[in-house]
């Protein structure tokens, strides 16, 4: 299917490199309320995404690069990206399964491995076909080893940007032998714009009583812990900084959110994590998933140094993500949700970005 649909900031020339020895490619998709998606087969990232305000005007709201050669050089390698074979962290860069220790993994983030290692799937080129005006589906196959990781797993991950203006993110996964797996899509979101110079102003609601506590290097202490009376506690609606500089522990070691939040459910069906809001465009953004946490992540590490779509800078806290997904370190903690796959078994994750104007 021909693609002759072409943002005004986003060329597809500009997507067309041999990487890896596969070429990487730009889809850009459209609803009938002329909503836009743009997705690239490197990474699976999404490039942009752009949905009314509240006069009716497109805003992008992720932010971005606007070329390949940008995406391969950038100091964040995860915008907009699928992350796996391991999306969040594992201690250490090992774990033990059926009694075989994998100790292999790269550590990339401190004594840790982050995001399935320094080639996890957000540095791979994934093969990409559109299923329909509205969706496009992208397949991985990661061999046996890949960054340390046993059996070959084949994952499958389709974008739909419904008439409702929502983003449908539906994932699948296979394996050969016995394996881990957990994946997510790592956008930074700025509802009232990307490159606008803040998310603080934001507001924010977890459907969460409870969340992950972690060390100096991000994994999780242990169980759950409650969110009332702290900081962490956005069960209410609150902006996004209106506490985050507050002399709280847990801020202080991640220099803001970045926590996975215990969402509220009584089974594995689809329901409401997370609910946000730019009071500068009215833009709000509803995140439905089966997934058991959400990871709130707040820009931390962004510098501003980064030149994004129309030169934008994308500065510290200026986009926060809401990466639905299992629980970091989970393969060394059996009393968290498993995320092991076996031979004959399927792993099955949807998750739904529903954008609408807040009244």
Request: aromatic letters at 8%.
């Amino acid at each position: 299917m021909e693609n002759d649909k072409v943002l005004p900031d986003l060329q597809p020339a500009d997507f067309h490199k041999i990487v890896d020895g596969r070429e990487t490619s730009l889809r850009v998709l459209t609803n009938s309320r002329g909503a836009r998606l743009a997705v690239t087969n490197y990474g699976a990232k999404i490039v942009s995404l752009a949905v009314p305000d509240r006069n009716g005007r497109l805003t992008d709201v992720v932010t971005g690069h606007a070329s390949i050669d940008d995406y391969l050089a950038s100091e964040e390698p995860y915008f907009g990206a699928v992350c796996g074979r391991y999306a969040n962290r594992i201690a250490r860069g090992r774990f033990m399964l059926d009694g075989t220790v994998y100790d292999r993994l790269p550590c990339n983030n401190g004594p840790n491995c982050l995001h399935g290692g320094m080639r996890g799937f957000h540095a791979a080129v994934w093969e990409m076909k559109q299923t329909a005006d509205g969706a496009v589906e992208l397949t991985l196959v990661s061999p046996d080893g890949d960054e340390g990781f046993p059996g070959m797993l084949t994952a499958t991950v389709s974008y739909t940007l419904t008439d409702a203006n929502g983003l449908v993110i539906s994932y699948r996964a296979v394996s050969d032998r016995p394996t881990v797996v957990n994946l997510t899509n790592h956008s930074y979101f700025n509802l009232s714009g990307a490159g606008e110079p803040t998310v603080c102003d934001h507001l924010l609601t977890l459907y969460a009583d409870r969340y992950l506590p972690t060390d100096d290097t991000s994994i999780p202490l242990g169980p759950g812990a409650a969110v009332a009376g702290t900081p962490m506690d956005f069960r209410r609606q609150c902006e996004v900084g209106a506490r985050i500089g507050e002399a709280f522990e847990q801020l202080a070691l991640a220099h803001g959110y970045d926590h996975t939040y215990i969402i509220n459910r009584t089974d594995g069906s689809a329901v409401v994590a997370a609910r946000c809001v730019s009071p500068r465009t009215g833009i709000a953004m509803d995140v439905y998933t089966t997934e058991p946490g959400v990871q709130l992540y707040t820009g931390n590490w962004m510098t501003g140094r980064l030149a994004g779509k129309h030169g934008q800078r994308y500065p510290q806290h200026s986009a926060l993500c809401l990466e639905t997904q299992h629980f970091p370190d989970s393969p060394n903690r059996p009393e968290y949700p498993s995320t092991v796959l076996r031979p004959g078994g399927e792993f099955r994750s949807m998750t739904m970005y529903q954008f609408s104007v807040a009244q």
